[in-house]
């Protein structure tokens, strides 16, 4: 099977790549990622002229949000949250089934903060989409029990213009441009003004304070020098090593529930795509300053701070990275993550939080912290205003172990917000 790629028209034919129980009728302004004719697969075996893959524009892209917002108008809304310095805009799409409340419904954040130049975290952003806006069983009871928060393209002048890391500002929008552009004792961004990609994604951020907030790379033409960049389409085939639940370029992007990191991929190969566990499959330990002597036998993980991270600092929302190749790699592996959204996980005794009744579980841990500082409506609730933001560096998981144990003070309150086991 092909398995990548390609774009379709606006005329209703049929997106083919996905697996069959995602196979939804898609009628795509614009097409991702497609199967080769036979004809054009044997091309693709010749090295000299590789199959190229349609280059998604910026109208079909609009198009295809408009289509999809105008067949969905119960479950999607799409809305502009801002646009970048050239004036293309950035998108956010809230799927989710209206008439439910929201109250009880756990929110995930998916973006691309490199779609941008890495096209494959995109495009698999909105193959998930359209699985989600199908009619499978899983998807309607993910609806259900879910807000789910997606951005599909984060740095649209680079997805359809210069496939550059940077901004205008020379500012990736994945990292914020650096430590200096960030104070972590406010939990600020100071470089909003340079970076509208961000602020948009710090804006949603604030507004839903998400349960989980998965952030989705891949592959692209990044690397290409600019005089080597030519008509800027990609072959057919072009992949990578999967990881799944981190990214090499920051170690702090990750589950704290290792759990959670491997549903997902378990998730991932179901579906036939194995997937990389870093420090696990390069059999490495951590290691610290005192280690220095030794530092080539260890794990070359280091943390850092990027954008995803405000998140977690402020809300302590979930955060991870996905690495994608294959689209349906993408899409099986997210779906893994969100049927944890949709259950009860694992041993959590807790049917009830914070003194509000809860319907349904949880990501780990995240809800005991999180639920009672979200209110019904995306709005702070009283209790997270009085409290002021999460400190990350307060945070304490009294064993040395992430999960049920962790606690927390509040920078503002200083009040246990986790009075759990
Ligand atoms: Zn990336």
Redesign the pocket.
């Known amino acids: 099977m092909t398995r990548n790629i390609v774009i379709g028209t606006s005329h209703g034919s049929r997106i083919p790549m996905l697996s069959q129980d995602t196979s939804s009728l898609l009628v795509l302004a614009a097409v991702l990622l497609v199967s080769a004719s036979a004809l054009q697969a044997q091309d693709a075996r010749d090295p000299r002229t590789p199959q190229r893959v349609h280059r998604l524009t910026s109208e079909e892209y609009v198009a295809t949000l408009e289509y999809w917002e105008k067949q969905h108008p119960k479950i999607l809304d799409v809305e502009q949250v801002g646009s970048s310095s050239d004036g293309l805009g950035i998108h956010l799409l809230t799927i989710t089934d209206t008439s439910i409340p929201n109250a009880d419904k756990q929110v995930c954040l998916v973006t691309a903060l490199?779609g941008g130049p890495?096209r494959s975290g995109t495009t698999t952003i909105l193959h998930l989409t359209e699985w989600l806006l199908g009619d499978s069983q899983e998807a309607r009871q993910t609806l259900r029990k879910q807000v789910l928060l997606v951005m599909p393209i984060n740095h649209p002048e680079a997805f359809f213009r210069t496939d550059r890391f940077g901004n205008a500002a020379k500012i990736d929008p994945?990292t914020g441009g650096g430590p200096q552009h960030w104070d972590l004792e406010k939990l600020q961004y100071k470089s909003a003004d340079k970076a509208p990609e961000v602020k948009a994604v710090l804006e949603v951020v604030d507004r839903w304070k998400p349960d989980v907030h998965v952030d989705v790379?891949g592959t692209g033409l990044q690397e290409y020098p600019v005089d080597k960049l030519g008509d800027r389409t990609r072959y057919q085939g072009q992949t990578m090593i999967e990881i799944t639940g981190s990214a090499y370029s920051n170690y702090a992007l990750r589950p704290w529930d290792w759990r959670v990191t491997e549903a997902m991929i378990a998730a991932g190969r179901e579906a036939g795509y194995p997937s990389d566990r870093f420090e696990a499959d390069a059999q490495r330990s951590f290691h610290g300053p005192v280690m220095n002597p030794i530092a080539d036998r260890t794990w070359r993980g280091q943390p850092n701070f990027y954008t995803a991270q405000y998140g977690y600092a402020k809300y302590h929302t979930m955060v991870m990275a996905f690495e994608v190749g294959w689209e349906q790699s993408g899409v099986a592996r997210l779906r893994g993550l969100l049927r944890i959204g949709n259950g009860r996980w694992q041993d959590e005794p807790h049917p009830r939080l914070s003194g509000r009744p809860r319907q349904s579980l949880h990501w780990p841990l995240r809800d005991r912290l999180g639920k009672d500082r979200r209110a019904a409506s995306p709005q702070p609730s009283r209790t997270l205003a009085k409290a002021g933001p999460l400190h990350a560096s307060r945070l304490v998981s009294p064993n040395g172990w992430p999960g049920h144990l962790l606690r927390c003070d509040f920078g503002g309150g200083g009040r246990g917000v986790d009075e759990g086991p």
Request: charged share 25%; aromatic share 24%; hydrophobic share 0%.
């Open positions: 490199h890495e994945y790379h």
